[in-house]
């Protein structure tokens, strides 16, 4: 079975720059999340989806950062413009329903210079 | 505020021995914990959940332990296995947001032959 996929794997940019991660939940799967991992604050939720509805972004940091939905195949994580804080491993995850076990893809790795 | 503490950051123990990995809360209102294990360069995997009505779960060789009173989940992993080398993270969230999980710094554990 094919598990959430995430693209790219890594990216590197330049500061200033547009940054577009892209996210595939498992099929079926009604509830998308975006984490991001640092050293300092550890693995934090951004923002998560139910049906392609954004319920809950209080985790997102700045107005920098946006994230849709647009179908139950597809969300993406936009960072406008980047910043060299904003480098990190960021994770999407999926689950089938409330209270149901998240299932991770395996992470964008994004450098800012 | 971390809100959910995994105070040991290492762990090392003889492959055929017990693990015990510990995890403590301080928001009385987390009903429903996660564990999850994480290998270098790929998401976190899910490994066993529970509820707050019981105070046990057992999957396998791996067993959480609750105690609602001390605010405190342990995961026992018996017997430890080299492929067990990872990151573990313990997990939690509440009641209506369950979505928002809250997640601790982790704990590496090294089984040695």
């Not at chain 1, 946006?66 to 936009?78: Q, R």
């Not at chain 1, 995850?93 to 209270?99: D, K, L, V, Y």
């Not at chain 2, 990151?87 to 947001?97: D, E, I, K, L, R």
Request: net charge negative; glycine share 8%.
């Amino acid at each position: 079975d094919a598990g959430v996929i995430q693209s790219p794997r890594h990216e590197v940019t330049e500061m200033g720059q547009e940054v577009t991660l892209r996210c595939k939940p498992i099929s079926g799967h009604d509830y998308l999340f975006w984490y991001r991992q640092t050293m300092m604050r550890g693995l934090e939720l951004l923002i998560y989806f139910n049906n392609n509805v954004p319920i809950d972004d209080s985790g997102m940091p700045e107005d920098r950062f946006s994230a849709k939905m647009p179908n139950a195949s597809f969300s993406t994580l936009k960072i406008q413009p980047s910043e060299p804080r904003d480098s990190a491993v960021y994770f999407c995850a999926s689950s089938w329903a409330g209270g149901e076990p998240q299932h991770f893809g395996d992470g964008t790795r994004l450098s800012i210079l | 505020d971390q809100q959910v503490k995994q105070n040991s950051p290492s762990l090392s123990v003889q492959e055929g021995r017990i693990s015990i990995l510990n995890c403590d809360y301080t928001n009385s209102m987390f009903d429903y914990f996660l564990w999850y294990k994480k290998y270098p360069a790929e998401g976190p995997t899910f490994l066993i959940s529970i509820s707050s009505i019981k105070d046990k779960n057992e999957d396998g060789r791996f067993t959480v332990f609750l105690n609602k009173s001390a605010k405190h989940l342990s995961l026992h992993i018996v017997p430890s296995q080299p492929g067990d080398s990872a990151v573990y993270f313990c997990a939690a969230s509440a009641t209506g947001s369950w979505g928002k999980l809250q997640f601790g710094a982790g704990t590496q554990v090294v089984v040695t032959p």
